[in-house]
């Protein structure tokens, strides 16, 4: 009976981040189908791409980044905001920011 329920647990371990991962995508595809109003799934995604490419095209223009630094200076100020925003661009800006930490794989040692 441990042996049946070790397997249980290992399926889960499994099984459940899978299904987890696919219904958190499933569910921004739809959520943007729905905000921009279109029933052909995925185009909604594909609209949000283009425009989060375009705002990083207009963030790298010199006039743009003075709107932008005035912004973050705005965000900064607020008690809650400053918060939720500072940790989310410093876990972004880990990955894929000008001064990224995480650049290089991690190599294994046999």
Known sequence: MRRIANYFLRGMLITVPALVTFYLCWYAIRWFDDL????????????????ITLIGWLGSNLVTRSLIGSFDELLAKLPFVRLLYTSVKDLLGAFVGEQRRFNRPVRARI
Do not use: H, Q, R, W
């Open 36 to 51: 921009f109003g279109i029933t052909i799934p995925g185009v909604g995604l594909i609209i949000a791409l283009v425009a």
